[in-house]
Structure formats: structure tokens, C-alpha cells
């Protein structure tokens, strides 16, 4: 659901709710080739003395995005997709992945760095990892709104 001060509450439709995938941590941690149609091997590069492959990933109902593969560890370090904002058209942006460490066999970044030119940059430092934790079904019911 969206909460917000402008507008009122409403659900998440499909592609907002596969755009919070895509930019979220978590993208790092699963085999992503299961969200699109297609991923496509576009080329490789260096950026910061970083060797990378670029990925483009395609589904019909959205842009491409595009995804930066750090050679050396297979880390992700970069995505580059298209926000698509109804009436409004997209938003470009970027999400950097960055300060991985390794918790129970898994990679995990514990920095990410969103920025798009509507909101600028906004990074999220992840202070600790838990594993095997159960949720509490509660959590997740629709908000009350006054």
C-alpha cells in the first residue's frame, strides 16, 4: 500500500510492486533472471577500476534495465532502470550496490545509493543481518487511515 500526505491511500499495482524488487537489496541475493523475459549479455567495461559485464534485462510491460556485474566477484554493483510514474511517464534513475560482506555463505551489500534527478541521492547503510528470523504476520495488514 502507499500512504502518503498527497494523495490518498492506495493499493500497489503490479509494476510498482516489481519496481521495489528490482531496486531493493534483495535483487542481489536471487537469481533476477526470473523476474524478466529476457536478459541479454550487452557488453563489458571498467568504471573506478572495477572490471564489469553490463546485462540488459527486458519484460514486455516495462523499460530495460540495465545491470552491472562486478567480473571478479559476480557481485551486482550497479542497476539503471526507467521508475514508471502513471500520468507522468519515467524517471531515470540508479541504485549502487556497495560494501559487500559475507554473512552465512551469502554476499550481501551492506551499502545501496539511490539517486534519480526528481529526489537526488539517498543512501541506505545496512547495520546488521539476521538470518532465520520469523515474521509476524501483522505486520504486513493493511494500514488504518483516520
Keep these: 500500500w502507499t500512504v502518503s500526505d498527497f494523495s490518498p491511500t492506495d493499493t500497489i499495482n503490479a509494476n510498482k510492486r516489481q519496481e521495489a524488487k ?3 537489496v534483495l535483487l542481489t541475493l536471487t537469481d ?3 523476474n524478466y523475459d529476457k536478459v541479454f549479455l550487452e557488453g563489458e567495461g571498467e568504471h573506478d577500476g572495477i572490471a564489469y559485464w553490463e546485462l ?3 519484460r514486455a510491460d516495462h523499460p530495460a534495465m540495465a545491470i552491472y556485474v562486478e567480473k571478479s566477484t559476480g557481485d551486482i554493483r550497479r542497476v539503471t532502470m526507467v521508475m514508471v510514474i502513471p500520468g507522468a511517464g519515467g524517471l531515470p534513475g540508479n541504485v ?3 560494501d559487500y560482506r ?3 555463505g551469502l554476499r550481501i551489500p551492506h551499502e545501496m545509493v539511490v539517486d534519480n534527478e526528481a529526489s537526488g ?3 541506505i547503510k545496512v547495520k546488521k543481518v539476521e538470518t532465520g528470523v ?3 504476520p501483522g505486520q ?3 494500514p488504518k487511515i483516520d
Design 140 to 142: 504486513f495488514k493493511k
Design 56 to 58: 540488459s534485462a527486458h
Design 96 to 98: 549502487h550496490f556497495n
Design 102 to 104: 559475507e554473512v552465512q
Design 121 to 123: 541521492s539517498t543512501t
Design 22 to 24: 528490482e531496486s531493493s
Design 134 to 136: 520469523q515474521p509476524n
Design 32 to 34: 533476477f533472471r526470473g
